[in-house]
């Protein structure tokens, strides 16, 4: 097993833990329910944790793909600038989510920014994941 075969299992835990974190959270806050929400924000910070080994096996598999026939570097390219910023706005949500279970005065604050985040974190993780897919899959190219 290599990198590329690591990062083919891990990188679909960022974007579905994301969805899973912001169906529950939008759930948690429409509701009014404290513990429907706290669980949408460890769902948020478990993906922001699953995130990291996904994103740093991407190095490893950048080197496997671009040796593949019909594997350009713009493909690649492309995937790996919508995965940073996908990486880094899962962080944030992360830090947010991590923020609004302390107990503090603005921890409805924070989880209003942690699902404002996760809107936007499952957005860019979503397209992240479909231009990783046009790397091998050339059918949704």
Same mark, same amino acid.
């Given at each position: 097993m290599n990198?590329?075969?690591?990062? #083919? =299992?891990?990188?679909?835990?960022p974007i579905l833990g994301s969805l899973f974190g912001l169906l529950v959270l939008a759930a948690g806050v429409i509701r009014k329910n404290s513990t429907t929400s706290r669980v949408?924000?460890?769902?948020l910070l478990g993906a922001a944790l699953l995130a990291i080994p996904t994103q740093l096996t991407g190095e490893g598999a950048e080197e496997v793909a671009e040796r593949l026939p019909g594997v350009t570097r713009q #493909? =690649?390219?492309a995937h790996e600038e919508?995965?940073?910023?996908?990486?880094?706005?899962l962080e944030l949500t992360g830090a947010l989510a991590l923020?609004?279970?302390l107990p503090t005065s603005r921890a409805?604050?924070?989880?209003l920014a942690a699902l404002v985040g996760a809107a936007v974190s499952f957005g860019l993780m979503a397209?992240?994941?479909?231009?990783?897919g046009q790397i091998r899959h050339t059918e949704i190219r």
């Open positions: 990198e590329a075969h690591l990062h #083919l =299992i891990l990188n679909h835990t949408g924000l460890y769902a #493909l =690649i390219h919508a995965a940073e910023l996908a990486f880094w706005a923020l609004a279970t409805r604050l924070f989880t397209r992240a994941g479909n231009l990783g």
